[in-house]
């Protein structure tokens, strides 16, 4: 009795040419055309067009959304920055009250360290009482900001305000 020439469990790598051959072709078989409801191995490609489709539909939502969390990021950072450089005006006009030019650069530097480009326009100072020990100095700072959706969505220029008040010592 002649034994087998190739065991089942031998490897791929082992069998003879024409084997592998037939293996291969055994693999790549064409599909038979789709009849009624059996879902068929070249179904994917529909699916693959309508995700393309979805996605195109969702990507500019996508985008706004992303711009908008963008706006709204600067902004909390800007109004952020604000509210420092009217607290450190505040502080230095709490020791030079009567100096209102060096109260307004005080508190464009310290938007310029941040960095924002504040005009000294935009900072006004009011010392209700007078320039006198034990009276509050209020500095106050107001800037424009162009957002990223402001001219796309026909929107102005949003405002931001901030103020400090100390006491005059």
Sequence with gaps: MERARFAPETRSVNRP???????????????????GTARCAHAGDKRRGQSLTEFALTLPLLCLLVAGVLDLAHTFSLAGILANAAREGARYGATKPTDTDGIKTRTVEEAAGAPLTLDPSEVNVTTDSGAVSGNPITVDVTHQVTLLLAPALGLPPLTIHRSATMVIF
């Excluded at 040419?17 to 009849?35: F, L, Q, T, Y």
Aim: aromatic residues 0%; proline residues 11%; hydrophobic residues 30%.
């Design 17 to 35: 040419r024409a084997e592998m051959g037939r293996s291969r072709r055994a693999r790549h078989v064409i599909a038979p055309p789709c009849r």
